[in-house]
């Protein structure tokens, strides 16, 4: 239900900006993030924004990455910069929210991003 897109091929030291488009009415009542899965590793948090706009971050992308909500377009941005082949692997978004008081967990299909020269 989630549709993500941006992923690519770019030098080290490149940027790319990745979207996730959500049906409206999982998005205004979601907490979104990022996610990430190298070859051969756990997938592990990137990126979290809240409603509220409150934002959390992998030390490892602290000052590179920035994640982003827009409510009138239902859709997160992944922004990230200074890209390394550390970063090379799948992205996932996911929204997650707790209505009728039981977890609900919502992912997209995955963008691969591949840094190298």
């Known amino acids: 239900q989630l549709q993500a897109s941006g992923g690519g091929l770019v030098q080290p030291g490149g940027s790319l900006r990745l979207s996730c488009v959500a049906p409206?009415?999982?998005?205004?009542?979601?907490?979104v993030g990022w996610y990430r899965q190298a070859p051969g590793n756990k997938r592990t948090m990137v990126a979290g924004?809240?409603?509220?706009?409150?934002?959390d971050y992998a030390d490892y992308v602290k000052g590179r990455f920035t994640i982003s909500r827009d409510a009138q377009k239902s859709t997160i941005y992944l922004q990230m910069n200074s890209l390394n082949p550390e970063d090379t692997a799948v992205y996932y978004c996911?929204?997650?929210?707790?209505?009728?008081?039981?977890?609900?967990?919502?992912w997209g299909q995955g963008t691969l991003v591949t840094v190298s020269s």
């Open positions: 924004i809240t409603i509220e706009g409150q934002v």
């Open positions: 409206e009415s999982i998005f205004s009542i979601s907490a």
């Open positions: 996911a929204a997650v929210n707790t209505a009728d008081l039981q977890i609900h967990e919502y």
